[in-house]
């Protein structure tokens, strides 16, 4: 085999402070070209195949997340191909691989472990690198061997989304065979990835959207039924729904992106001692809890991506399974990022929105 020439820098899409005169604020994304330092002890390179979007990226260019890095790269979802290592005899050599989105929690059960420091990748100061780039120096620890069903579009789909979902509805909500279960705001990646999840351990599934279309989709996927939760009634409308065929169901749990009345808008429907497990805020941050929910032993569960253990764990039920992650949109090389972002504004996508970096050397998922 002939020695592999490497790139000595790479293009990244960085972060950069918005002017001050521009209102409403919104900072800049910019691609500039990095030098790519030398590998040491531990460390490979990447070379992206795919990265995708999170919300996260557009609320940081709006200021509104916390830890903001200027001069930091984009993305905490990305998947390639190992090609260069520390050590020359590295098994992850020429191996496909997706990052580790996150820092600073590997495998305590219930939260990250006492005195670490827990980070996303990606626009952030810690930790102090993201996904969109040609190529990332990455711990080695800290790449998860991509299954062969997936490409590298549906892996760079799978990160943060399969955490966050994994950790909500299996860790949490422990869905299980036979149960019935609601996952609200259908059409993102979370709840998607969270509907795959639970149909793949025998649950049936309802979902809530504002969008009759996208909960259309999700019935094509197997979601039983759906509302649409800009009706005030959809609360009713859900009871309807779980009554069809002449006895009344309950929801075992509910997977929640909302916050706000949630625990109020589903309690006639979740049976005693059922789950609400919120891991986002788009309705409201304040999440309300009474008195009511208390005699009824309902309980609700806040959840923030998981662990290092959970996303392994996560990523072999996939495997397992077969599940391929929804891709709304696929967009051509890094200089298409700017249309990922107006993407995320307009809010209509189904699935996640990916930027495919090189076309060569990609397994075809199965769909």
């Not at 020695?3 to 293009?11: A, N």
């Not at 990646?189 to 979902?207: P, R």
């Given at each position: ?107 305590s059960p219930d939260a990250p472990e006492p005195g670490s420091t827990f980070g ?79 149909l793949a351990k025998g649950a049936n599934v309802f979902v809530t959207s504002g ?27 859900l009871a309807k729904l779980l009554a069809k065929g002449g006895q009344s169901v ?118």
């Amino acid at each position: 085999m002939g020695v592999v020439r490497l790139p000595k820098e790479t293009r990244a899409l960085v972060l950069r402070k918005a002017p001050v005169e521009r209102k409403p604020l919104y900072h800049d994304a910019v691609i500039e070209k990095r030098p790519i330092p030398t590998l040491q002890r531990g460390q490979v390179l990447v070379k992206m195949g795919a990265v995708a979007f999170n919300h996260r990226d557009l609320w940081i260019r709006f200021g509104k997340y916390p830890g903001i890095g200027f001069g930091a790269t984009f993305g905490a979802d990305g998947a390639g191909t190992v090609v260069a290592s520390a050590d020359p005899h590295d098994p992850l050599l020429q191996q496909r691989v997706f990052l580790t989105p996150m820092r600073g929690w590997e495998s305590s059960p219930d939260a990250p472990e006492p005195g670490s420091t827990f980070g996303i990748l990606g626009g952030g100061k810690y930790p102090p690198l993201g996904t969109f780039a040609d190529y990332v120096v990455v711990e080695r620890d800290q790449v998860v061997r991509s299954p062969d069903h997936l490409d590298d579009v549906h892996m760079a789909a799978w990160p943060v989304g399969g955490l966050t979902a994994w950790r909500a509805a299996i860790v949490h909500a422990r869905v299980a065979q036979g149960q019935t279960i609601l996952i609200t705001g259908i059409g993102g990646g979370v709840a998607l990835i969270a509907l795959q999840l639970c149909l793949a351990k025998g649950a049936n599934v309802f979902v809530t959207s504002g969008s009759e279309d996208k909960i259309q989709k999700a019935i094509a996927l197997g979601a039983a039924g759906g509302v649409v939760y800009t009706s005030k009634d959809w609360p009713g409308q859900l009871a309807k729904l779980l009554a069809k065929g002449g006895q009344s169901v309950s929801l075992d749990a509910v997977i929640d992106s909302g916050g706000g009345d949630i625990m109020g808008q589903v309690n006639k429907t979740l049976k005693p001692g059922g789950k609400v497990v919120v891991y986002g805020m788009t309705a409201n941050p304040v999440v309300k809890f009474t008195m009511r929910e208390v005699l009824k032993h309902q309980q609700l569960i806040g959840s923030t991506m998981g662990s290092h253990q959970d996303l392994v764990d996560a990523t072999r039920f996939i495997a397992e399974h077969d599940i391929v992650p929804v891709v709304s949109h696929v967009l051509e090389g890094l200089g298409s990022a700017e249309q990922g972002f107006e993407l995320m504004k307009h809010g209509s996508q189904f699935g996640k929105i990916v930027v495919r970096m090189d076309e060569s050397g990609q397994v075809a998922a199965r769909l």
